[in-house]
């Protein structure tokens, strides 16, 4: 009588085990993704931070830039006024120095109608 007890104690052992190492590895396995994602939200949070920076860095140069281009049209516009005074040239167009004058007007660059005025 002795057998069926020990072979059913090892059945329900066997089974109590696969359960039990079932609930454990499933716990285990929330807290490595939770910390992967934890992980993966922290780079990513870096990355935008990163691409804000150079975002800022590349609005800096640009607008740097645009004013290197309006002191050369500015003085290639008083050159070939003192230069060719009898000729009438059209004046280099002016270019606009921030994203807000373009949200102000239409036009990225300004006429030499408008500039003349």
Known sequence: MEWPLVFAAFILGLILGYIGKTLVSRGLGKSSKSVAIERSKMELSQH????SDHLAEQRAL???LTEQINRL???WNQGSQRLAKEEQL???PFMQSSISDLDDKSDAVLSPESIKN
């Open 90 to 92: 059209a004046p280099l």
């Open 62 to 64: 640009l607008g740097q």
């Open 73 to 75: 049209n500015q003085h």
């Open 48 to 51: 935008k931070q990163e691409v």
